[in-house]
């Protein structure tokens, strides 16, 4: 079969993918680009938002145009948590809840199977004769989801030189917002050895740096009784070979002195962290149930800027949660002051049905969120410019990813977009150890030293 995927939402969907696209190719199938015709389209959705389920739905119709008699299999967190919604869809063959993404090609592999046996038999003279009514759901529900279910080994990815690897699944924490606990289930960490084997192929194939997701790659190892992240990053950072090793996020609550202290003897992990902090208000990270208070997350700043003042840190803002008046929203503005961020993601509060926070009072206002969320915007750039002007004049190591017109461009450990004048080709892909000389765009100039 000619199969193309398409990918709504966050990254541990995107490995996911990849993983997906290895199963169908060591099953003989050939992965095409989505925009191309093919024999089925494999859509892994999101359900962050309802904005995120209408995308999804929009994108199973578009794929279902490019060819009305292929099969569609729909799969990711939009299947899991509204599988009867999803098969009702109009051309939905398949759906498929996260805990049997594993099993996709085997549940595809059976429904062609099924179909060809039908058309063979004389029975392909209407579209009712080779669909079913209603998709075929193979969905488990939260409590059955109790297990880490291997993607398999992923070797490669989109990406010439970052590559990342989804260390556990699910989440415990239930932040009032927030479906994707229900759509994940409870935390399932991979087992090390699997981790490890996969970091090995992809350093050998040449992929500089490792990115370590998951859900919430904070509570790695809770299932298992591990000692936390910090022992897996130790055997990652002791394989062989020229690369660095990067978190994706990791959760407030988790972090103190000592916790730092184990991050900081690692010398390939990245002198960068995604700490959501969602608010700088007391009152409404208690509403989200955030567990812990503004006093806290700045204590982890301070920490982490203790051993390293150019630390880079990064996080995400909800604008217009339910209760949030004009002076839990100025408390936000003054921690992104504080703290120097060097990214701000902003959000507007979406209201996600099925989550607490949907039927909370004090629901803000459209007019009010887009408000805020603007004026936070400009605080955040002027505080993410003002983190690149710190660094004028430091010295780092920037790994090569892409070509920008005259520029190759690349990240800092500490995340800071740089652009350099552009030598040769064969650089994507490298390290180059600059010296950084202005800010420039979204980021900063470096000029080459040896």
């Known amino acids: 079969m000619r199969v193309a995927f398409h990918t709504l939402g966050c990254k541990v969907n995107q490995y996911e993918t990849e993983a997906m696209k290895e199963s169908f190719k060591s099953h003989g199938h050939v992965v095409v680009d989505e925009n191309d015709f093919a024999d089925a389209y494999v859509i892994n959705t999101c359900t962050v938002t309802n904005l995120a389920d209408r995308k999804s739905r929009q994108y199973i119709r578009r794929m279902k145009r490019v060819n009305p008699q292929g099969l569609v299999a729909v799969t990711g967190c939009y299947a899991q948590i509204k599988p009867e919604e999803v098969s009702a869809i109009h051309g939905v063959d398949i759906v498929v809840g996260i805990n049997e993404k594993h099993n996709l090609i085997n549940y595809v592999e059976d429904f062609v199977s099924e179909r060809n046996s039908q058309t063979d038999d004389g029975q392909e003279g209407s579209d009712e004769a080779v669909s079913p009514e209603s998709a075929r759901c193979h969905v488990l529900t939260y409590d059955n989801m109790r297990e880490y279910q291997s993607d398999g080994i992923v070797t490669s990815m989109e990406s010439r030189t970052r590559a990342y690897i989804k260390i556990q699944e699910g989440c415990n924490r239930f932040c009032s917002y927030c479906i994707i606990p229900f759509a994940r289930g409870p935390v399932r960490s991979r087992p090390t050895k699997e981790i490890l084997e996969e970091a090995k192929l992809l350093i050998s194939k040449g992929f500089k740096e490792i990115i370590l997701t998951g859900i919430n790659t904070a509570l790695y190892g809770d299932d298992l009784g ?225």
Do not use: W
Request: charged share 35%.
């Open 226 to 450: 591990y000692d936390g992240i910090s022992p897996l990053i130790g055997e990652i950072n002791d394989l062989p070979g020229d690369f660095r090793i990067r978190l994706s996020s990791l959760e407030p609550t988790v972090i103190d002195q000592e916790y730092v202290k184990k991050l900081f003897k690692y010398e390939k992990l990245c002198h960068h962290l995604h700490l959501s902090v969602q608010s700088g208000s007391n009152k409404i990270l208690a509403r989200m149930n955030r567990r812990y208070d503004r006093e806290e997350y700045l204590s982890i700043v301070e920490t982490l800027r203790q051993f390293d003042p150019l630390y880079g840190i990064s996080t995400d803002i909800i604008c217009g949660f339910p209760g949030e008046d004009e002076q839990d929203f100025l408390d936000s503005i003054d921690i992104v002051e504080k703290t120097g961020f060097c990214k701000v993601h902003v959000f507007r509060y979406s209201k996600r049905s099925g989550t607490k926070a949907a039927s909370m009072d004090g629901q803000v206002d459209g007019n009010t969120s887009q408000d805020r969320s603007e004026r936070l915007l400009k605080v955040a750039e002027k505080a993410e410019r003002s983190f690149f002007e710190k660094n004028i004049g430091c010295l780092g190591r920037v790994l090569l990813e892409e070509r920008d017109g005259d520029f190759v461009r690349g990240y800092t450990d500490n995340y800071i977009r740089v652009y350099l004048p552009a030598e040769h080709e064969d650089e994507i892909g490298c390290f180059v150890d600059v010296k950084l000389t202005e800010t420039y765009k979204d980021g900063m100039k470096g000029e080459r030293y040896e």
